[in-house]
């Protein structure tokens, strides 16, 4: 079903940057979400009240939450589609994170209640009925929990959404608490032993893990995680692709959304170069950066000096001492300034965020051993994270 809603209605599918295609994403999504969970919930309270089992009743209501919770989802992506507009400079990707983490509470509200009510049912137990029919209900139910989690997945990850995650993470929870309870009816109607309610609070606990992981997923890019390697290794590959672009560095990933990317880095160019061609250079890395990595780009321009020997050979030795000291360091922004008594090597350091230095402890030691090496030299260093 949703490989033939996907052919129908998206035609541009494979670019998924795009907030018109995402919101189709979630459009279709949406609509299978709610027609699945309206039917399972009508299916499932129709079981519960002719079996008179609570674990049964609550996992009908919590089909119900999650048709709310598929409204919620395409309300999302209907608002990260908008176009930004003077209060929102920057669009409204990120509608799409928040949709997602409402979804998550909804999953962790329902799990306590439905911990809560199973606790009644261990201390007041009731006759739990069980015929070929829910059976039957059941196993539905579990084979449709199944295919809603494995289409949710699929669209998550081609349109990399935290809100398709968080529904897909639901919908197989779903597929737990679904098996629980089956087992429940299946044990009380063979053994007699009232264990729905134990059952109840196993599906619960399931809910509510569900509910912690999305809304770990979707809380994550609210707060600024770090961008996908593969998106950074992008930009490296295009930028350095120009002759004249000898490193880059400081790049830093504003995420306002999917498809709502903001990127600056530093770019060092020869210092000798003419800035006309260089500058119109950069102008054709941000033009292109923007093209195929749906993002706004801003580089700033480093000169520096690649064809003066004495710059090279001291560059050279601070980087081999970088080295020595831990291998995960690096340099960038090199220069030096010569004076009659001292030489001062300007640079700033890469260090990672985990390691055996401090900042201070780490610009000592570079210090100390470049004047070991030679007196005259004064480093003149600024620490930077990756």
Request: aromatic letters at 6%.
């Amino acid at each position: 079903m949703i490989t033939l809603l996907t052919h129908l209605f998206l035609h541009g599918k494979n670019h998924t940057d795009a907030p018109e295609v995402r919101q189709k994403y979630g459009l279709i999504s949406g609509i299978a979400g709610i027609f699945l969970n309206v039917l399972l919930f009508c299916a499932k309270l129709a079981a519960g009240i002719l079996s008179g089992s609570i674990s049964i009743i609550a996992d009908a209501f919590n089909n119900l939450s999650d048709a709310g919770s598929s409204i919620i989802t395409m309300i999302g992506f209907q608002i990260a589609a908008q176009e930004a507009d003077p209060d929102h400079p920057f669009g409204h990707g990120r509608s799409e994170y928040i949709s997602g983490l409402i979804v998550s509470i909804i999953i962790l509200v329902m799990a306590v209640e439905l911990i809560r009510s199973s606790v009644s049912r261990i201390l007041h137990p009731e006759e739990v009925a069980f015929t070929p029919a829910i059976l039957t209900v059941l196993a539905l139910s579990i084979l449709i929990k199944l295919y809603m989690y494995c289409y949710n997945r699929s669209l998550g990850r081609k349109i990399e959404s935290a809100a398709l995650h968080a529904t897909a993470i639901d919908s197989l929870s779903d597929c737990f608490s679904t098996a629980a309870v089956l087992i429940a009816s299946l044990v009380s109607h063979a053994s007699g032993w009232h264990i729905d309610g134990w059952c109840g609070i196993l599906v619960g606990i399931l809910i509510f893990h569900g509910g912690i992981e999305a809304a770990r997923d979707t809380i994550s890019p609210l707060l600024g995680q770090a961008p996908e390697p593969d998106f950074i290794k992008r930009i490296y590959e295009i930028v350095k692709q120009y002759d004249d672009v000898l490193d880059i560095h400081d790049l830093v990933v504003h995420d306002y959304g999917p498809g709502w990317r903001m990127i600056s880095l530093h770019a060092e160019v020869p210092a000798a170069g003419n800035l006309l061609t260089l500058h119109d250079m950069i102008d054709n890395i941000e033009k292109r950066l923007q093209r195929e990595l749906h993002c706004s780009a801003v580089i700033h321009m480093d000169p520096v000096l690649n064809n003066d020997a004495e710059t090279l050979a001291c560059k050279a030795l601070t980087a081999d001492i970088l080295n020595r000291i831990d291998s995960s360091l690096s340099l960038h922004d090199f220069r030096i300034v010569k004076g009659n008594t001292h030489t001062n090597l300007i640079f700033d350091v890469v260090m990672p965020y985990q390691t055996d230095y401090t900042a201070e402890a780490l610009k000592e030691t570079i210090i100390r051993q470049l004047r070991e090496t030679n007196p005259t030299y004064c480093a003149v260093i600024q620490i930077d994270h990756p």
